[in-house]
Each structure stands twice: as C-alpha cells, then as structure tokens.
C-alpha cells in the first residue's frame, strides 16, 4: 500500500485486534502488573464530542507504553449506566430506559473503537446489568450488617457489638451512632424482646435508614444530589428544587472522616484535589457549648430581656448545642443563628414572629444548599423572638434563623461573634444588633483598663493573659465541669444520602415488616434472593399518593405483603466500587475471587476529571477502606496516582443579525462590519464554519427559525466572517464536533496525536478544527519517510549513520521522559522534529525507522501497526514489541566545529573528528585557504588549541 489511507488501515487493523483479541489480558502472569483506569462513562444519548475522548487518549497511550515496557497491563472500560436522563426519556416517551441505554452503550463502544483504544472488551461492566448491581446490593447489605469501632479503628460485624451489651450495656461502646441513641445496661438491654433490641442495632449500622434535609425536585418527583442542581432548580428539566426533610437511607460516611483526611498523605494525586477533599470532610477542633433557651421568648421585644428563664428543668425551655472552634470568643456572642430546618426552630418560634419565620422559611426551601453555601454577600434571616443564655456570663441573647447555616453541617446552629467575624458583623448591623467587642485571647490581655485602651470591651476574667490555646484549655475545661459541654473534634462531612425517588437505579434489597406498633422496621433480603430486580411499571412517574415509581409495580413485595424499599440507590453507589468488578467481571459467586483482586489490588493510574473531587472520589475511597476492614481487599486507598485531565474547551462561532423591528427578511453582518450596525449576536453550528467562513446556504437551510431562504448576507471580500469565542463544548452553544467527522476525514491516529498536542494533559484548551491540518501534514510526512511521493518503498537495509543515530536516541530519550511525566504534548513536539530532521537527511535505514515505529506506536497505533507489518515484521505483534532502549554513546557528537581565531579574531570554523590528533589539526587549519588569507603571508609565531573549544593562531 504505498498510499496512506487512514480509512482503511485504521478499519484494517480495529479489526484484526477485536478478532484476535489483542488486548485481552489474564488474572496472572510473570510480568508485573499495572492497572490503568479510566473513569467510567455515563452513556448519554448525545454520544461523545471531540472533547470526551481527551482522557481516554491519555491512558491509552499510557498503557500500549506500559505493555511495551514488559507490564501485564490491565485497562478495561465500562458504563455507568443508571441515571436521570435515560429515566426522563422514559417519562416523555414510555420507552423503558434499558433500551435507551443499550442504544447509547452501543454507539459510544462504536465511536470508542473507531478511535483505536487498546480496551480488553471482554471486562465490559454497566453499572444496570443485574449480574453487576446484584454486588451492588450484596455490599449495600455488607455495611447494613456492620458498625464502627472507634477503638479498633474499623468497621466490624453487628454482631460483636451484641455480647458488649450483654456485658456491659453501651456506656463504654465507642461508636458512631445515631443522636437519639438511648444509654442502657446490660440489665435493660437482656430485658428487652428481640424486637426492641433489633431497633437498637439500627442505630449502629453503617447504613440506617434517618430523616434528611433533601434537594426535592417535585418536577422530577425525586431528590438530587447537589450536582444536579443549578441556581435553584434541577439542571435536567430545569425544575423548580426545595429543601425539605424527607426519610431516606443513609450512610455513615462519617466514621471515616479521619481516616479520609490520613489516607490523603498516601496517595499521589494533585494537592489541589487532595485539598478540595480535606475542606469537604472540613477537620476542625473545637468546643461544644449548651445555651439554653426560653422557649416563650421575650413579649417585650429585644430589649426587654428579663422574663427569660434560665431554669433548664422549664418544659419551655430548650437547649441549643453550639459548635465553635473559638470557645475563647465566648464572651463576645452578640446572637445565635439556626438553620431554618432546625429541629427547634418551630418549638421556641414565639407567636409574634411566626408569620415571619414561616414566610422565611418558605424562601430557604427554594435555595439549593450549594446556593446558600457559596451566597456570602446575602445578608438575610428571621428573628423567632425566643433568647438564649451566654453559659459564662449569663448573658442574654437573640436567637434568628438564618439560610447561611445548614441543618446538616455541625450542629445546625451558629454563635455570632461580630467582633471576629465578617459575616457575623454584617450580620449584626443588618439587624441593628449591639456589638459586644472583646479582644483576641491570642494577644493576651492584663487587665480590664489594658481592654479599653485598646478601645475593645472585654469581660473575660478567667483568659485574661492568655494565649489563645492556653485559654482555650481553660474554656473546654470549664464546659466539661461545669457540664455545658466538651472539647470536640467535629468535621463538615455528612453521612450520604443513599435514596432517590426514581425508578432507573439499583433497587435496595430491604423489605418491611410492621413491629408491634405497627411501624415499619427495615429488614435485609437473604444472599441467596439477589438481585433484586427491577420490577415492570406502568409509568416511570411517582404514584398519584406521593410514593417513588416503583410503588406502581405489581404485588411487589417480599413475602406476605412485606413491602419492599420504594426508592433506588443513588448514581453514585454502582460507581463506587467498580474496578473490583473490572478484575473478575464474569464472576457468579464474588464480586471478585480473591485470586483476581490480590493480584490486580488496586489502580495505578487513575484519569479522570476534577468534578469528582468531593463525589465519586470521596464515596469510592469509603468503600473501599469499608471492604478492607471486613477482609475483602488488600489496600486502603482505591486509585495510587489520578490524573484530573483538564477541558477542550469549544470554538463557538457567531453571525450578527441586524437589530429590526421586522425579521420576515433577516439580515445578518460579516464580523470585521458589525461595528456599523446595531446587532445581536448568535451562536452558528461550527460544523459549517470553516477557517471562520460561514457556508451560508447550509446556514440557510439548518437554521430555519433565524434565517430561511429570505436571509440577506453583508459580506466583506465576498465572504461571511463568523465571530470567534472560546467556551463549554455545548449542544446548546452550537459548538459540539463529533469525534467521527473528524476521524473520517482525518482518522483516529490525527486526532489522538492532535488531542494530545494541544497543550499539557492537565490543562484546559480550545479545540481549533482549523488547526488539525498540520498534524495530519505530520502524519503524511512520516509515511514518506517509507513511501516517496512516487509511490516507492524507500526503506533499505544499510547501516545507520552517526547523525541519524543521534536523531533516534535522543528522541527515544526524550519520549520516554515525556510518556513517564505524562507530558503527551511536548512528546508529540518531540516525533514531529524527529521526522523533520530524518526527512533532511533522507534516512532509509530500516534500523533507524523501525525502531521510530515501535516508538510512535502508542500515540498513533494504526498507522505504525501498518508500518510494522510492512516492514516484513510478523503481523500484529507491535503490540508486544519492546520499548527501544536509548545509549549515550551514540548521543555524543563525533565531530567539533572548531571556531578558528586570527589573533582572537574568529574568522572561519572547521569540523574535526574527536579523536583528531592536535598536531593534524594544527596542519589542516594553516593549510586552509581562508586561514591563509587572514595571515596575509605571516608565519604563525604560535598555535593555541583547546580541545572542543577553540582554536586560536597568533601571527
């Protein structure tokens, strides 16, 4: 084949590895193992654009180098393929969304294969196949059957928490558990019937079923995790969300907050996604203060604060818990805040203030918690009329509610210390509220008049003088005296929420039994009754009643009328322990044979983007530190090194409509003449844009709405020049390119080389089609290096030349540093100046292109694997072919260019080989014509040479 044709060797060769099997690997081997992953896609209907496949380039490229570096490399793809818009498509069409996924698994494995990725498809896993969710619920059911033993450090059996009650009743048990949690003895506990007892084990388990504050979307009839959530209402559909209490599974994510934070430091993945995690689980050493509240509030206003009760035993009073990690500012909280969803909120609302506490908390429930997270100019809130007592001082102060405080984080409650806090005096002021100033313990303060010089208000006797960890020792052991509270450690993390209202998702494998009282108790289907299938439905909508879509399925319950769970697991459960699956997908009896997993263990190289960071990422590392407590996994941390691979970004395009009173005839301006016309800017399908130049009759034709047949064009050099900005590759933004149109008329191999050429891995970059030319410019110029322009096979059989030899190892060098630093760009770079320079030089060596060959083969497979076999290599085996090896030797120059001086004046250069002896090159240099002239018939008084550096005559 002496022409190249990208169609046909890319076809050629996708084939021969899908029949052959190239890629599949084993479970054993004598090399070692590296296991390469990327993030697994949701398999949308849109299928992949130009800037999905960023990633999988990367790991691909790094794999086929891996494999060439004598590794048993393990790189499998599958899809997550539960979620929301599949389940939307159902509800607007009645297809049910297994059919759509499939549809949209199978176009993705269509335009994956067409970019040449070295998958082993045998490992194929979706996350909604029952063979694969049946593990889903078997490891769902795992933590059901298990607690967290502070002591120990790691979850446990639920039953070895059974005889310490027997013993010793749960005084002593150091667990996390649920806040309502009962202290019994022994006593109590071997008194109660096994049901009673069966409650209390709920409140251990590491999945529990607890009500919630929820983004609830009753457009979609289902909560949202905060993703999908944007600017108050959900990002499919773009309905209304609210926050509201609803009962939902949980888990207890919590009980590995710290071990979390530690596993941070193991693990080579970037500081700023390591930071993202440590602020999200949000590790802060504190206090826990008890202000006790009047239920009744104040009749006389602010002001009037002395009907309030300090008696703790009033049935009118109540205590509000406070956490702080300043309890030295104690002295100086001017108010409390509640979250609007605080469970107190209703019971100290005074009857004054109810109108306006309701009418607030009624604004709260249209804000997502991401929005009031990220609101910190917004000062609002509400005042319930009901004052709390300052445990120091005796102080009274006002209690509001406030948006900026979540139920969910902390205690839900906050003390304002305007004197410290920005927000706090924004707050303070915004309400007119009297600021109590004090002054920062840190700086230490001798004596009240001290204070006042200082121009601060300071009633805080027992810190006076004190550092500010000296006084806050002080404080903490005061609180726990005096018993109004403890020294605490307290993270941001939540446990997760682990329900949604849908119907395309993993079922919960629970039913529901009544108790004696007639209230529905969770209970764990049996191991053998898995999975739990998706049941049929007539509509994938909630029930007339309220209840999730699979309240509609048929008689479906678990025995005589014990109901099963009615909602799903969220997307992220199936994607939180995948990879496992990945190491032994067609297992019917494990998740993985232990076999499987003690020889893979973990990832070595994770790729994958930073919206994950406080999601996906957070959930598998739980998982996974929960599957080695109990003995399933050998490793703590999931992912040893993660790449976060940054954006393509779209080049949009734009046309300029005139601004008109009447659009039955439109006319639109060429860009370089808007300036002369009032105009709107409209986003046009860069698809027919090329070089910035609109195709005006397809924008005519696909674009009805604006244009039409009776569009009018003012043209500049007969052309239509489009406008140009850089921005989200969006189907909205009309700048989506679809990888196919690029392969078919470049191929895979151009864009993979042109993906990774436009700038380092990690970064964000704007697509240019009009900028893919050179590298398929490239791609020819590296055929001809093996076929002239004339069609003839130029590659021979002759020895290397030094120069050419130097080309090959200093690139064999360089690629391989640049592949190890995943430094795919300046690689890239590195193949084109090779070419270029073994173009110049006409090398035909087949020792010298071979070895190109292999090197280029894991950034553009196709045209290399054709090459090999052309080569007169045995078909199919570049892809075991070894990395070459690159010598020094061969990098160092044989020959100087001597500078010659003419008494310090250089005045022409001369090549000499190194070994040349000093008296030849002295005789060569004064038999030089030019040299001779300079020396005007002279004779030289003396000759300097400086090996490699110089050589100077002195006449």
């Not at 949701?42 to 654009?49: F, K, N, R, T």
């Not at 090896?885 to 080989?913: C, H, T």
């Amino acid at each position: 084949m002496s022409e190249y044709s990208h169609r046909e060797i890319e076809k050629k060769w996708q084939a021969y590895w899908e029949s052959q099997g190239t890629f599949s690997v084993e479970n054993q081997s004598d090399r070692p193992k590296y296991y390469v992953l990327d993030m697994f896609p949701y398999p949308s209907g849109a299928g992949l654009h130009v800037g999905h496949p960023l990633g999988y380039i990367a790991s691909d490229i790094y794999s086929r180098y891996k494999r060439q570096k004598g590794f048993n490399v393990l790189h499998p793809m599958g899809f997550d393929s539960f979620g929301l818009p599949a389940e939307q498509y159902a509800i607007q069409t009645g297809q049910h969304p297994a059919i759509t996924t499939e549809q949209n698994i199978t176009r993705y494995i269509e335009q994956m294969k067409n970019l040449g990725f070295s998958y082993d498809w045998n490992r194929e896993v979706r996350t909604s196949d029952p063979d694969y969710y049946k593990w889903t619920q078997w490891i769902f059911m795992e933590l059901f059957k298990s607690w967290y033993n502070n002591e120990t450090q790691r979850a446990e059996p639920i039953e070895t928490l059974i005889p310490i009650f027997k013993e010793s009743g749960n005084a002593k048990v150091n667990a996390p558990c649920d806040e309502d949690t009962p202290v019994f003895s022994a006593a109590e506990w071997n008194a109660w019937t096994e049901e009673e007892q069966y409650k209390i084990t709920l409140k251990y388990r590491l999945t529990y079923v607890a009500d919630a504050t929820v983004n609830w979307c009753p457009g979609l009839g289902s909560v949202l995790s905060n993703d999908e959530v944007k600017d108050g209402v959900s990002e499919r559909g773009g309905f209304p969300v609210i926050q509201k209490l609803m009962r939902q599974w949980m888990m207890r994510i919590t009980a590995y907050a710290q071990r979390l934070l530690d596993g941070l430091d193991s693990i080579d993945w970037t500081e700023s996604l390591k930071e993202q995690q440590r602020n999200w689980i949000g590790r802060s050493v504190g206090a826990l203060v008890k202000f006790e509240v009047s239920g009744e509030g104040s009749k006389g206003g602010m002001e009037e604060r002395d009907d309030v009760s300090l008696d703790s035993t009033s049935s009118a009073s109540r205590t509000i818990e406070v956490f702080t990690t300043r309890v030295d500012t104690i002295f100086g909280v001017t108010f409390i805040v509640l979250a609007p969803e605080h469970e107190l909120v209703d019971a100290i609302t005074t009857p004054e203030q109810r109108g306006e506490i309701d009418a607030y908390i009624a604004s709260t429930q249209k804000k997502s918690e991401r929005d009031r997270m990220t609101d910190v100019k917004t000062v609002s809130g509400a005042f319930t009329g009901a004052y709390a007592i300052n445990p120091f001082d005796g102080e009274k102060v006002p209690v509001y509610i406030a948006d900026y405080v979540l139920a969910g984080y902390g205690t839900g409650a906050v003390m304002g210390v305007p004197s410290g806090d920005q927000r706090d005096w924004n707050f303070a002021t915004h309400f007119g509220l009297s600021i109590v100033q004090i002054l920062d313990a840190q700086k230490g303060v001798e004596t009240q008049a001290d204070a006042t010089k200082e121009g601060h208000y300071i009633n805080s006797g027992m810190i006076n003088g004190l550092t500010f960890h000296e006084a806050n020792k002080v404080l903490i052991r005061y609180l726990e005296e005096k018993g109004i509270g403890k020294g605490k450690v307290n993270y941001r993390l939540r446990d997760a929420v682990f329900s949604r209202q849908r119907y395309w998702g993993e079922p919960v494998p629970v039913f529901y039994k009544n108790d004696s009282s007639g209230n529905p108790l969770p209970y764990l289907l049996e191991e053998n009754e898995l999975p739990l299938n998706l049941p049929e439905v007539d509509k994938y909508l909630p029930t007339e009643n309220g209840e999730p879509p699979l309240g509609r399925a048929h008689d479906w319950s678990h025995g005589s009328g014990n109901t099963y769970e009615l909602s799903t697991m969220p997307g992220w459960a199936g994607s939180s322990w995948y990879w496992y699956r990945y190491m032994d997908p067609k297992n019917q009896e494990e998740f993985a044979s232990g076999n499987a997993i003690n020889y893979w263990r973990d990832v070595d190289l994770y790729i994958g983007g930073t919206e994950h960071a406080t999601g996906h990422l957070l959930y598998s590392r739980f998982w996974n530190k929960f599957l080695k407590d109990r003995g399933y996994v050998p490793e703590e941390e999931p992912f040893k090194k993660l790449i976060n691979q940054g954006m393509i970004q779209g080049r949009s395009n734009f046309v300029y409509r005139v601004k008109s009173d009447d659009y039955s005839k439109p006319v639109f301006v060429s860009a370089g003449l808007k300036s002369q016309y009032e105009v709107s800017a409209l986003h046009v399908d860069v698809n027919i844009v090329e070089n910035d130049v609109l195709d005006m009759e397809k924008f005519r034709k696909t674009r009805q709405d604006i244009a039409g047949e009776a569009a009018e064009f003012i043209l500049e050099d007969g052309k239509y020049h489009c406008g140009v900005e850089i921005e989200k590759m969006s189907k909205s933004k009309f700048n989506v390119v679809n990888p196919d149109d690029i392969v078919e008329r470049y191929g895979a191999d151009t864009l993979r080389l042109y993906e990774m050429f436009l700038g380092p891995l990690e970064q964000a970059k704007p697509w240019n089609t009009n900028g893919i030319d050179g590298t398929f410019r490239f791609i020819r110029k590296f055929w001809r290096l093996f076929y002239n322009d004339a069609g003839q096979w130029m590659v021979k059989d002759v020895a290397a030349k030094p120069e050419e030899l130097k080309i090959l190892h200093k690139t064999i060098k360089k690629i391989e540093e640049d592949t190890e630093n995943f430094s795919f760009n300046t690689a890239v770079s590195t193949f084109m100046v090779c070419v270029n320079e073994l173009g110049s030089l006409k090398c035909q060596s087949r020792e010298i292109l071979q070895e190109l060959v292999v090197l280029l083969s894991p950034y553009v497979p196709h045209i290399t694997e054709e090459l090999w076999a052309l080569l007169g290599n045995e078909a199919g085996t570049l892809t075991k072919a070894s990395f070459p090896k690159w010598e020094q030797k061969f990098m160092i120059d044989a020959v100087f260019e001597y500078p010659i001086q003419i008494n310090g004046k250089v005045r022409i250069s001369l090549p000499f080989a190194l070994d040349t002896p000093a008296s030849d090159i002295e005789k060569e240099v004064l038999a030089n014509e030019t040299v001779q002239k300079w020396m005007e018939g002279n004779k030289p008084k003396k000759v300097i040479i400086v090996p490699k550096r110089i050589v100077n005559v002195v006449i």
